[in-house]
Antibody, heavy 119, light 110 residues
Framework: QVHLEQSGGEVKKPGASVKVSCKASGYTFTRYGISWVRQAPGQGLEWMGWISAYNGNTNYAQKVQGRVTMTTDTSTSTAYMELRSLRSDDTALYYC????????????WGQGTLVTVSS | QSVLTQPPSVSAAPGQKVTISCSGSSSNIANNHVSWYQQLPGTAPKLLIYDDNERPSGIPDRFSGSKSGTSATLAITGLQTGDEADYYCGTWESSLSAVVFGGGTKLTVL
């Protein structure tokens, strides 16, 4: 069965960076990509981008372009999302989800990682 | 301000039917498939509908989706208290080359 296990919550200061991991199991990692979606407290869903686990191609949302880097490690079937120059409005639950392409449906989701940005 | 517009809240009694609308434009809903997600409190979103009107395995046929032009609709029949959740529509926004979501609709089963 497909499972996405995310890393634990993080507390960061403004201006710092955070790197969230998403370890996949139950399927061939390189046949899919990973999308990242975040949700600020009490707010809706916001798509951040997608990375192909096959060739590393990425597609980032304009809002975070320049501050985000998505990578994968095929040896451990793990995807990473690094967000730099953190601001208070980056405080959110960050989810990873399996997706064949940037526009693919999001059938399998991780449990979410809470990133809190506070001085 | 979301690219896709949903009503903030809807409500209905148990056993009744409710519909949730999702309004977009020619650069998103009109020319791309729509998905719907259910988010129960404290949990990750769950895919309910994909490709406008298809249900993943395990999703009861009480949930259905439709699309016409620049709008999509999620219908839930035979409402149950367990259906109380936030519901989001999502699709590809061609002008941004990005996935966009509606602002979400909170369903209350009275």
């Amino acid at each position: 069965q497909v499972h996405l296990e995310q890393s634990g919550g993080e507390v960061k200061k403004p201006g710092a960076s955070v790197k969230v991991s998403c370890k996949a199991s139950g399927y061939t990692f390189t046949r899919y990509g990973i999308s990242w979606v975040r949700q600020a407290p009490g707010q809706g869903l916001e798509w951040m981008g997608w990375i192909s686990a096959y060739n590393g191609n990425t597609n980032y949302a304009q809002k975070v372009q320049g501050r985000v880097t998505m990578t994968t490690d095929t040896s451990t079937s793990t995807a990473y999302m690094e967000l730099r120059s953190l601001r208070s409005d980056d405080t959110a639950l960050y989810y990873c989800a399996r997706a064949r392409s940037p526009y693919d449906i999001l059938l399998y989701w991780g449990q979410g990682t809470l990133v809190t940005v506070s001085s | 301000q979301s690219v896709l517009t949903q009503p903030p809240s809807v409500s209905a009694a148990p056993g009744q039917k409710v519909t949730i609308s999702c309004s977009g434009s020619s650069s998103n809903i009109a020319n791309n498939h729509v998905s719907w997600y259910q988010q129960l409190p404290g949990t990750a979103p769950k895919l309910l509908i994909y490709d406008d009107n298809e249900r993943p395995s395990g999703i009861p046929d009480r949930f259905s989706g439709s699309k016409s032009g620049t709008s999509a609709t999620l219908a839930i029949t035979g409402l149950q208290t367990g259906d109380e959740a936030d519901y989001y529509c999502g699709t590809w926004e061609s002008s941004l080359s990005a996935v966009v979501f509606g602002g979400g609709t909170k369903l209350t089963v009275l």
